[in-house]
């Protein structure tokens, strides 16, 4: 039965589907054990005056029966504040108003105070509820004396009257605190925008859903927008958000209303649902996005789906193992649903772990290389080995490394393209240099040093070093850089205003070469900004002794931009695309050599 009560009072149905204490927050179950531990002490109170002084009431047994009543009823508030046949104590706690008031006076003591208090107590103890059984013999608990005696002191009804305004305050007060306090517990578990749960809401109902049935599977599965950052751009962020709150309407819908729907940040969301066929639910929602309706504009998603519990025991490792399986859809293509299966991918090409060894092993490993051109030289200047991968369904080197880093395997995928490409070194085209890749870290690897001293000569190696993989001071570093510069290696930063430049560790280093990131050189014939940084970097360079590289050249307007800079090295697509050992420069030698005799010799 719900509803409010006589006296204001709901019966919270709510009550009967908890069956445990966790459901409430610890601080909510520690305000109600202070309230029924009140209430309890204010029983033993009344049974301390009953015995104390007889003549309080007329029968003194009943009294303490009723008191004892009050002190039993507020031990099961304390040991079960949320168990479900509590809804029996509300019921029978009326039982010792009966016992204390009804057969009493009809007049006020301080035993019919100690029970209004206790009464009270009870109330908050509860959350403002009071079953209609219990409401019903209070009422007849104050009545029953005026009954009995047939008169009414005015003492006698103002006491009634302060007690039933006490207990409607009471009930009333606690239940618009509580109604408050859920609204705030609703708002910090919710996104304010699209009404799903926040991420760490979402793991905590995951944590709990598995609590329930360890054994029984539950899918959960990453849903990411790709391109949402040009949707905003390109249409506002009203329509940014309005495609969010429809994505988490379409999952609703497609999901049920069982699942669990998590915003995990910015465009990326969390389902979980059980079911046997969670791949089929994420191609469904992927396609529903796509189609676009109701105003909205098609939208492009990549889902990775991972399950409980054969990808992970608790919610933590399995939003891991999703998040592996989304890097490995967003890579493949978009609106790519991909499943992590033990560390196996079923999108295509096997398992992931095994096709990761292979590579290790140098299997389906390939190197291509691309030229680093000279503008007024008649040939390559240097070559860039770059490492593709022949397994699964895709080659990018992205891909594959995201799955090393998860893997925690990086370094040996990255000592095998090492070892691949050294085995290039000796065959390079005369005159010309060849360039590798690596992490700073790698450097103090003793393995990579086996790799260089097995490959013979190093006086014709460039290692193209990341510019944030500088940022770490490694003890040691600089030491290792020192020595194999006197063994001949050149080195090179790579990616050159892409991160976060240290100037010390670029001083210490000695590069030969600096490479600037594509995205310097990409509209560089337009921002006059970009062109005074690119002329600082070649001053830089030029007075240490090394070259400028500019890299993603893919128009002749930034081409004849950096020539007119002065800078000499260039590499992208313009000139040549990565390929087989040894690809010739595309663009012709004579028409960068005409280009390079309108710039003035100063320049150079």
């Not at 009493?104 to 209004?116: I, K």
């Not at 389902?271 to 191609?283: I, K, M, N, Q, R």
């Not at 500088?470 to 790579?494: K, N, Q, W, Y």
């Not at 560790?505 to 921002?527: A, C, N, W």
């Amino acid at each position: 039965m719900t509803g409010l009560g006589l006296m204001g009072w709901p019966i919270d149905a709510e009550i009967q589907g908890m069956s445990n204490a966790r459901q409430v927050p610890g601080e909510v179950l520690r305000a109600r054990r202070t309230a029924a531990t009140a209430r309890g002490v204010l029983g033993l109170c009344g049974l301390l005056a009953v015995l104390a002084d007889p003549g309080l009431v007329p029968w003194r047994w009943t009294a303490i029966a009723g008191f004892g009543f009050v002190a039993a009823t507020a031990t099961v508030q304390i040991a079960l504040p949320r168990a479900r046949w509590l809804i029996l104590e509300e019921s029978l706690a009326g039982v010792a108003a009966i016992l204390i008031v009804g057969l009493a006076h009809e007049r006020v003591t301080v035993l019919s105070l100690l029970w209004l208090s206790a009464v009270a107590s009870g109330v908050l103890a509860r959350g403002g509820r009071q079953h209609w059984v219990g409401r019903a013999l209070i009422l007849a608990a104050l009545v029953l004396p005026i009954v009995r005696e047939q008169r009414a002191s005015f003492a006698y009804l103002a006491f009634v009257v302060a007690a039933l305004a006490l207990l409607l305050t009471c009930g009333r007060v606690t239940r618009e605190l509580r109604a408050l306090l859920d609204r705030a517990r609703h708002d910090a578990a919710h996104d304010g925008l699209t009404g799903a749960l926040t991420r760490e809401a979402f793991r905590s109902r995951l944590d709990l859903l598995t609590a329930v049935d360890p054994d029984s599977p539950v899918a959960v599965l990453l849903v990411d927008l790709d391109g949402f950052g040009q949707l905003n751009k390109t249409l506002g962020h009203a329509a940014g958000d309005a495609a969010l709150v429809a994505l988490v309407r379409r999952a609703r819908r497609i999901a049920g209303d069982d699942a669990l729907i998590g915003r995990m940040g910015g465009d990326e969301f969390a389902l979980a649902v059980t079911g046997s066929e969670p791949v089929a639910l994420g191609h469904r929602l992927v396609d529903e996005l796509a189609e676009g309706a109701g105003g909205h504009p098609p939208l492009r998603a990549s889902v990775g789906v991972a399950q409980l519990p054969t990808d992970g025991p608790d919610a933590e490792s399995v939003l891991r193992a999703g998040d592996v399986a989304l890097r490995v859809a967003k890579r493949t293509a978009s609106g790519t649903v991909a499943s992590y299966a033990g560390g196996s991918f079923s999108s295509g090409g096997g398992g992931a772990q095994a096709d990761l060894d292979r590579l290790i092993r140098g299997e389906g490993l390939a190197i291509v290389v691309q030229p680093i051109v000279s503008i007024g030289g008649p040939c390559a200047h240097a070559y860039e080995a770059l490492a593709r991968f022949h397994v699964g369904n895709t080659t990018s080197p992205l891909h594959w490394f995201a799955l090393a880093d998860e893997f925690g395997r990086r370094d040996e995928l990255e000592l095998a393209c090492v070892r691949a490409a050294l085995g290039l070194l000796a065959q390079r085209p005369a005159g010309t240099r060849l360039s590798i890749n690596l992490s700073g870290s790698l450097l103090l690897d003793p393995r990579l040093e086996e790799l260089l001293a097995a490959a013979g000569p190093l006086d014709g190696l460039i290692l193209e070093v990341t510019e944030n993989s500088l940022l770490d001071d490694t003890p040691g570093l600089h030491v290792r850089i020192s020595e194999l510069i006197g063994r001949g290696v050149r080195f090179a930063i790579d990616d050159m205003g892409a991160g976060y430049s240290g100037l010390r560790q670029l001083t210490l280093m000695r590069p030969s070469y600096l490479k600037l990131d594509r995205s310097l050189v990409h509209g560089i014939e337009t921002d006059a900004d970009r062109g005074a940084l690119v002329s600082a970097m070649l001053g830089y360079a030029r007075q240490t002794g090394g070259h400028l590289v500019a890299e993603g050249v893919e128009t002749d307007a930034e081409l004849d931009t950096l020539r007119q800079l002065g800078v000499d090295l260039v590499q992208g697509f313009l000139l040549a695309r990565p390929g087989p050992p040894w690809p010739s420069v595309g663009r012709p030698a004579a028409a960068v050599a005409a280009a390079m005799a309108t710039v003035p010799a100063a320049a150079l």
